[in-house]
């Protein structure tokens, strides 16, 4: 379990889910109104969030708590009170706050760490999915670190080409940064930052994405009579779901039949009636009621970094230690086989997809079932289609092959072939 911060308490309710609140002081006579922590531990928010919180200051006044943040910079920064719940308010004044005394005079020069933030409490970044959002930080910060004091209108096209270049050993890295800089710079044209987008005119990055494999049938064997229990049910419900891992590890237990979840890359809802047999697996191996479908050995829920590390010690039979595991030699026989053939948790996702074409499924049904773009779907469809028409082709072949061999080989086949 991981170390809180200080001042930092977890709580559990009845039905599983766990809420963090800031509570300094707590039992003292000094004890400060508690603050609730919308995030978790599993996300950097929370940890940035805890930072600033070591250095807010709240005294009792005549009128109440009155709050203040003290800067790097030696300002106090007044803050509205905590709420009753989620504190969102306060929240965004002391991260705003934050945000001021780290840029100083960088607004007025319209520089790139001014921009990033000012897109930060934009819409534009604010609706972006979660997963998105992560994606986006990862090559924010990058930006930042490259020319956050600089003013954007200073950069030109070759300066932005260098930094692409200085990615081309990792081509989707190169092409992802390319993007969120152009996505940037363009937000920032109308709010006076520059005149024109310099990430347009640099060189588009040419990289064939290699999609994930799905899993064959020796796989699935391999992994489930191998792999530690608690893992299997997470995969078999990304098969008969065709959901992300992000959204497959929380998912909660089917009721009234069906599957309900909002799909955190998109923030789209998505439902599907539950599949029998997938039914019958979840009574299977899941039996009870708790609200949580998949669970560890101990019957608590899987946290999506907890199943990615013991997914990680399973594959590799290396413990977090980086120590050998005592898995049998079988074991880890399999678990390397499935390792060295590049096959990940998000390829049962095209193994869904797959499965549901095959069956005879449009491309907007699958589309609906596993919350995916039907342009993505034709794109995971190319390798179905062509076994589909193929197997087509060899059944017509068959159909009108009595007249094609007599025109070929006429009687010759008739006859004994030897060697």
Not at 304 to 330: C, D, F, H, I
Not at 376 to 394: C, E, F, Q, W
Request: include cysteine; proline fraction near 6%; glycine fraction near 6%.
């Amino acid at each position: 379990m991981v170390d809180l911060p200080q001042y930092v308490k977890r709580y559990r309710k009845p039905n599983g889910r766990v809420f963090f609140y800031y509570e300094r002081y707590r039992n003292t006579d000094r004890a400060w109104p508690r603050i609730a922590l919308a995030d978790t531990p599993t996300s950097s928010e929370f940890w940035s969030l805890c930072d600033l919180l070591r250095d807010v200051e709240a005294t009792v006044t005549v009128d109440g708590w009155r709050w203040e943040w003290l800067g790097s910079t030696g300002i106090r920064y007044p803050l509205p009170p905590p709420g009753a719940r989620g504190d969102e308010t306060f929240v965004a004044a002391l991260r705003a706050a934050a945000e001021k005394d780290r840029l100083g005079d960088a607004s007025e020069r319209k520089t790139f760490a001014a921009l990033i933030a000012e897109y930060r409490g934009h819409s534009a970044y604010k609706d972006l999915s979660d997963l998105t959002k992560r994606d986006y930080d990862t090559h924010l910060r990058k930006i930042e670190e490259r020319w956050g004091e600089a003013p954007v209108v200073e950069i030109r096209s070759p300066d932005v080409q260098r930094a692409i270049d200085s990615f081309q050993h990792a081509p989707t890295v190169a092409r992802y940064f390319r993007a969120v800089l152009s996505r940037l710079i363009k937000f920032g044209i109308p709010r006076g930052y520059s005149e024109h987008n310099v990430a347009k005119s640099t060189e588009k990055v040419e990289h064939e994405a290699n999609p994930h494999e799905p899993w064959p049938d020796w796989a699935f064997e391999m992994f489930l009579e191998h792999a530690r229990p608690s893992l299997h049910l997470p995969v078999l419900s990304a098969f008969y779901t065709g959901q992300r891992s992000i959204d497959v590890i929380p998912m909660l237990r089917p009721a009234g039949g069906e599957i309900s979840l909002i799909a955190r890359k998109t923030g789209k809802k998505v439902w599907r009636p539950v599949h029998s047999e997938y039914a019958d697996i979840i009574t299977r191996l899941a039996p009870g009621d708790s609200a949580a479908l998949h669970l560890r050995e101990d019957g608590q829920p899987w946290t999506l970094a907890g199943y990615r590390t013991a997914w990680q010690r399973e594959m590799t039979s290396v413990n977090a230690k980086g120590q050998p595991t005592t898995a049998s030699p079988a074991k880890k026989a399999a678990m390397a086989r499935i390792r060295d053939a590049g096959l990940v948790f998000h390829g049962l996702r095209k193994n869904a997809v797959n499965t549901l074409l095959e069956v005879g499924c449009t491309e907007a049904e699958v589309s609906a079932i596993v919350e995916m773009s039907e342009q993505m779907v034709r794109h995971y469809a190319k390798d179905v289609n062509k076994r589909i028409l193929s197997r087509s082709g060899t059944a017509k072949m068959e159909t009108g092959w009595s007249e094609t061999r007599k025109r070929l080989f006429g009687k010759a086949l008739d006859k004994p072939i030897t060697a």
